[in-house]
């Protein structure tokens, strides 16, 4: 390389970082790519920016068969492969997820009935890895003083949950009440949040396509900000009750500089669940 | 740079107006059954988790009058979509276009509806993910 490209080259780096502080600071939305935001102490901040409005615009994430990194690290979605609104193939279609065989024959009846059963469609919270997978907006709210980090979610239901940032443990035996969103406690791994959840109850599935779990499961998710508008999310899924061996889950969730959250109360009038019928077309709620 | 400012675009499109969920869209609704229907408003809900609204609709052969409600996403979903709650009135004239209930009834999923007084067309913030 000759010393002309070096000072050429060494110059856009200049410029570059010149521009990413403008950008952090400048009042336009639409700029290329903004660096992470970074709390007082260097800690990634995972929210806002002081002055700033912007919710994580969470992605309607379907079928989190379709989201196993393969070897160059891209599911099978961001390969743009195959179509997670191309109809449900069932557990033969996901060679990647290994079922046990119970987990295989619930998937298997999920998809048959079009997952007529969700209990997203009961107005009951998303659990696990769902949390980020059920499209409203959500923000996360970091407490370093506290050691402790919200996020607060728009829906499904309108919650938040509470990760321990105190190196507390979790509950032991029956200190561990089965929870929707189970206990979850954290830790910083360089710029990376690392956050292990267990103690989940049996009331949700994984995804909207039924993917099962039991209150087996333990989730190991990790959390980072590569750029100020992206939010790369992964969830190791290790659930011996329903899968025969631990599996990884990850997709991007994008940040709406002007988003705000709102509210959202589901169960105000629920009519999918008082007209739902089982299987054998009676109600499944109220009746004699 | 150009694809830095192509991947910007791509963040803003999928930022701009996310889509509901709440049951399943397949389990009551049939997508290979898309309807376009116009009628007059009768009755509006601007509730969670879906606004619904019912429109009396004239058959033009039989002049026999259908009363059919439809489904949309809730108030917070219909409100990044340009909604408020008094954008459909009682009496107003509105074209609906979505997908038909499997059971056969007078229900709908909207996708999105038009306004004959203004010939604005807003989007209905529907659970079907790729009616947008």
Redesign the interface.
């Given at each position: 390389m000759s010393s002309v490209r070096y000072v050429a080259l060494a110059s856009a780096f200049v410029i570059a970082a010149f521009y990413t502080a403008w950008a952090q600071q400048g009042p336009s939305a639409?700029?290329?790519?903004q660096s992470t935001p970074r709390l007082a102490d260097g800690t990634p901040n995972l929210g806002r920016v002081p002055g700033e409005k912007g919710v994580w615009?969470?992605?309607?994430i379907?079928n989190m068969g379709m989201r196993i990194p393969g070897p160059d690290g891209k599911t099978i979605a961001e390969r743009g492969t195959a179509s997670?609104?191309g109809g449900r193939g069932g557990a033969k279609a996901e060679p990647d997820v290994p079922f046990l065989p119970w987990a295989r024959g619930i998937y298997d009846y999920n998809s048959r009935?079009?997952?007529?059963y969700?209990p997203?469609?009961y107005?009951l919270p998303p659990g696990g890895p769902r949390l980020m997978a059920?499209?409203?907006?959500m923000e996360i709210i970091q407490q370093p003083e506290h050691k402790r980090i919200f996020m607060v979610f728009?829906?499904?239901t309108h919650i938040w949950r509470e990760i321990y940032m105190d190196g507390r443990p979790h509950p032991q035996g029956d200190e561990l009440n089965p929870t929707y969103l189970g206990h979850s406690v954290g830790h910083w791994d360089h710029d990376t949040l690392v956050v292990d959840v267990v103690g989940f109850n049996e009331n949700t599935w994984l995804d909207?396509y039924g993917h099962p779990h039991t209150d087996l499961l333990h989730v190991i998710e990790k959390f980072t900000r590569p750029t100020k508008?992206?939010l790369r999310y992964e969830a190791l899924i290790d659930d011996p009750g329903a899968y025969s061996k631990p599996w990884t889950v990850a997709w991007n969730i994008?940040?709406?500089?002007s988003?705000e959250l709102?509210?959202?109360?589901?169960?105000?009038?629920?009519?999918?669940?008082l007209k739902l019928t089982d299987d054998f077309g009676q109600p499944v709620l109220g009746g004699p | 740079?150009r694809k830095?400012?192509v991947?910007?675009a791509a963040?803003?499109l999928?930022?701009a107006a996310?889509?509901?969920?709440?049951?399943?869209f397949?389990?009551?609704f049939d997508a290979s059954k898309p309807f376009k229907l116009t009628g007059v408003v009768t009755k509006v809900?601007w509730?969670?988790?879906?606004t619904?609204f019912s429109l009396d609709i004239t058959d033009e052969q039989t002049k026999k009058v259908t009363n059919w409600s439809f489904e949309m996403g809730?108030p917070?979903g219909l409100?990044r979509n340009g909604w408020t709650r008094n954008t459909l009135k009682i009496g107003d004239v509105v074209t609906v276009e979505g997908s038909l209930a499997r059971d056969g009834s007078p229900y709908g999923n909207a996708q999105a509806v038009v306004l004959a007084s203004t010939g604005k067309r807003l989007f209905a913030a529907s659970s079907r993910?790729?009616a947008q």
């Open positions: 639409s700029r290329p790519v615009n969470v992605p309607y379907q997670e609104n009935n079009n997952s007529k969700d997203e469609g107005c059920t499209p409203y907006p728009e829906g499904a909207y508008t992206t994008p940040w709406s500089a988003g709102t509210e959202y109360i589901c169960q105000e009038n629920n009519r999918y669940l | 740079m830095l400012l991947a910007a963040i803003t999928l930022s996310p889509v509901a969920a709440h049951h399943s397949a389990a009551e809900e509730q969670n988790p879906h619904i809730s917070n409100m993910t790729d």
